[in-house]
């Protein structure tokens, strides 16, 4: 019975002796340092060259985009530096001292003899006398409105379109700084925003042209005219979403129109 315990006591003992030897390599082996094997190392090696491959990567991405961004970002403060200036170019010209060049008398008078002086030069068919006079009138008066307007209007007939945009531009500028709300103000406001955009729309500048027209249709979302105006722009420049949504305003602000017909078939010739 003695000899069944001695495997046992053997295998005790086995145990008691590995226990003892890995307590004193454990030290060791806490401070054995992983990154020393090869295949860590190889590892790390592989993961710091994905890194700066993929930092190389963005930083080619990086400049592509400021590269390609950069031209467009100029190009739009370039527009409105350019359009201010010509606001303040306008400005300028027709600006002068009143008071040295006003004549003596009544000076609404001679205001008002001028203007008729403009209107009859533009009946007889003589648009640059009637240009003339609308300039000596508004250096006379650089806010007389009408004088802005019937110049802009000769503009567009002699198809000066960049000359009526600049008017045009200056018109909404005085527009704006009345601050009216009354419908007579808000029509006037579209009606220059609706001229600009003809104008740029001649000079083949579509986007700027949609722009304006797009302004002009939210101040007046019901009138026919704008949407009439809109909706041709946005065949052109080939939008068909918003052809069809100002088709259907068309269609209800002016059921009667005859030419929706025709204008359902250009919209669904859009790609």
């Known amino acids: ?110 205001l008002e003899e001028l203007y008729a002086e403009a209107q009859r030069a533009r009946a007889n068919g003589q648009g640059t006398a009637a240009e003339e006079k609308l300039i000596q009138l508004i250096g006379l008066d650089p806010r007389h409105v009408p004088a802005y307007e019937m110049l802009g209007e000769l503009y567009l007939e002699s198809r000066e379109y960049a000359k009526a945009r600049e008017v045009y531009a200056y018109l909404c500028k005085i527009y704006r700084r009345q601050k009216s709300t009354d419908a007579s103000a808000v029509y006037r406001l579209a009606a220059a925003y609706l001229n600009i955009s003809r104008s740029y729309l001649e000079l083949r500048r579509k986007a700027q042209a949609l722009q304006y027209a797009r302004k002009a249709a939210e101040l007046e979302p019901n009138n026919p005219r704008t949407l009439d105006f809109l909706l041709k722009i946005s065949i052109v420049v080939e939008d068909k979403a918003l052809a069809s949504k100002t088709w259907g305003a068309l269609q209800q602000a002016d059921p009667d129109n005859a030419k929706l017909a025709e204008l359902q078939q250009q919209i669904d010739k859009l790609p």
């Open 1 to 110: 019975m003695a000899y069944d315990f001695i495997p046992i006591l053997l295998l005790i003992g086995c145990v008691v002796a590995l226990s003892v030897i890995v307590g004193r390599k454990l030290p060791q082996l806490k401070t054995l340092d992983v990154a020393s094997i090869p295949a860590e190392q190889e590892l790390q090696l592989k993961q710091k060259i994905l890194a700066n491959r993929l930092h190389r990567r963005l930083e080619i991405f990086r400049r592509f985009l400021q590269a390609l961004l950069r031209p467009l970002l100029l190009g739009v403060i370039g527009f409105f530096k350019r359009t201010y200036q010509h606001v303040l170019d306008l400005e300028s010209r027709y600006r002068k001292d009143r008071r040295a060049t006003l004549p003596e008398g009544n000076p609404s008078l001679a």
